[in-house]
C-alpha cells in the first residue's frame, strides 16, 4: 500500500493510497478519513464505508459530500473506494458511461470481459476492509456503510448480503431495484448474464425479502425532483413495499426531500443527518 497524499481537515487528516488488489487484478485507490484519535493510535475508532455513483471516483465523496467535521465531531473514520477498476485493458471499457470504468456496480461479474477484473463486491466486502481493518486504528466489530445511486445499490447490497456485519445502511437516492430499472437490467445483463434468477443476489428489493438476521437500521433519502427518480430508474417505492410486506427485521426510515435533484447539493443537504444516524448505531 502506498500513500499519495495526505491533507489536514477540522481534527483530523484525509489520505489517499493505492494498493494492489487480488480482487480486481490491478491498482485500486480509496480516501480515508482518520480522526486525531486514531492518528495517535489513542483510539481505535468506528469506519463508515461511502460507495460512489455512476462516473464517480474515490474523491467525489470527500471533495463535495460534506461529511468531515461531521466525523470529525463524532470520531468516525470515512474509507471511500473508487467505483471500478481502471486501466484493465478491456475492451470499450471507456467507450459508455453506465458500464465498465466508474460503473462497476459493486457485483462480481462472471461473464467474459469483465469476470478478471470487475469483481467490486468482493474488494469492498472483503479485500478492503480486511486491509483498513490491519493497517489504521479502526474498530471493524463497528463498521456501517453508506453511499448514493448506484453507490446506495452497492451499500444496500453489502448490508443485506452480511448479516450483521453492519450496524446500519443508508443511501441518497439509491437504485433500488435494478432488476427492472435501465439503470440494472444493462449492467446486470454484461456482467452477470441473461439468467434473471443471479440478479436477485444484487437486487436490493429482491434481498430484503429475504433477509434473515438481526434488526438492520435503514435510512433512505430521496429527492422529488430528481431526474432519475421521475423516469424510473431508482424505485425507491419497490424497497419500501417489499420491505413492509416481507415483515423482515428491517428498520426503515424512508423520506421523500421535496425539491432536491440527485446532485451533491441534495446529498450536502442532508449528509448530517445520515453521520448522526450511522453515529447512534456505531455507539451502541
Known amino acids: 500500500m502506498e500513500l499519495v497524499s495526505k491533507q489536514r481537515s477540522f481534527k483530523g487528516e484525509v489520505r489517499k493510497y493505492t494498493h494492489h488488489s487480488t480482487a480486481t487484478k490491478g491498482k485500486m485507490t480509496f480516501n480515508i478519513y482518520l480522526p486525531d484519535v486514531a492518528l495517535t493510535g489513542k483510539e481505535r475508532v468506528p469506519v463508515l464505508y461511502y460507495l460512489s455513483g455512476l462516473t464517480c471516483n474515490e474523491d467525489n465523496m470527500i471533495t463535495k459530500g460534506g461529511a468531515l467535521p461531521y466525523l470529525s465531531d463524532e470520531r468516525i473514520a470515512l474509507v471511500a473506494p473508487d467505483t471500478s477498476p481502471r486501466g484493465a485493458g478491456i475492451p470499450?471499457?471507456?467507450?459508455?458511461?453506465?458500464?465498465?470504468?466508474?460503473?462497476?456496480?459493486?457485483?462480481?461479474?462472471?461473464?467474459?470481459?469483465?469476470?478478471?477484473?470487475?469483481?467490486?463486491?468482493?474488494?469492498?466486502?472483503?479485500?478492503?476492509?480486511?486491509?483498513?481493518?490491519?493497517?489504521?486504528?479502526?474498530?471493524?466489530?463497528?463498521?456501517?456503510?453508506?453511499g448514493h445511486s448506484m453507490g446506495g445499490h452497492g451499500a444496500l447490497v453489502l448490508a443485506l448480503r452480511n448479516s450483521g456485519h453492519y450496524k446500519s445502511v443508508s443511501a441518497f437516492a439509491p437504485i433500488c431495484?435494478?432488476?427492472?430499472?435501465?439503470?440494472?437490467?444493462?449492467?446486470?445483463?454484461?456482467?452477470?448474464?441473461?439468467?434473471?434468477?443471479?440478479?436477485?443476489?444484487?437486487?436490493?428489493?429482491?434481498?430484503?425479502?429475504?433477509?434473515?438476521?438481526?434488526?438492520?437500521?435503514?435510512?433512505?433519502?430521496?429527492?422529488?425532483?430528481?431526474?432519475?427518480?421521475?423516469?424510473?430508474?431508482?424505485?425507491?417505492?419497490?424497497?419500501?413495499?417489499?420491505?413492509?410486506?416481507?415483515?423482515?427485521?428491517?428498520?426503515?426510515?424512508?423520506?421523500?426531500?421535496?425539491?432536491?435533484?440527485?446532485?451533491?447539493?441534495?446529498?450536502?443537504?442532508?449528509?448530517?443527518?445520515?453521520?448522526?444516524?450511522?453515529?447512534?448505531?456505531?455507539?451502541?
Open 92 to 146: 470499450g471499457e471507456d467507450d459508455d458511461w453506465e458500464l465498465g470504468t466508474g460503473a462497476g456496480f459493486y457485483v462480481d461479474a462472471t461473464q467474459d470481459p469483465w469476470a478478471q477484473n470487475y469483481n467490486m463486491y468482493s474488494y469492498v466486502q472483503s479485500e478492503l476492509q480486511q486491509l483498513v481493518a490491519e493497517s489504521f486504528a479502526v474498530d471493524a466489530s463497528r463498521t456501517s456503510i453508506f
Open 177 to 284: 431495484h435494478p432488476s427492472t430499472s435501465n439503470w440494472g437490467r444493462k449492467q446486470l445483463t454484461a456482467y452477470l448474464g441473461s439468467d434473471e434468477s443471479a440478479w436477485a443476489a444484487y437486487d436490493a428489493t429482491e434481498l430484503v425479502k429475504v433477509y434473515d438476521g438481526p434488526v438492520l437500521p435503514v435510512l433512505v433519502d430521496q429527492g422529488d425532483a430528481d431526474q432519475f427518480y421521475s423516469s424510473k430508474q431508482l424505485q425507491p417505492s419497490h424497497f419500501v413495499i417489499a420491505t413492509e410486506t416481507s415483515k423482515r427485521p428491517i428498520q426503515l426510515d424512508s423520506r421523500m426531500q421535496p425539491g432536491y435533484d440527485h446532485s451533491y447539493f441534495f446529498i450536502q443537504t442532508f449528509m448530517k443527518d445520515h453521520i448522526v444516524f450511522h453515529a447512534r448505531h456505531l455507539r451502541m
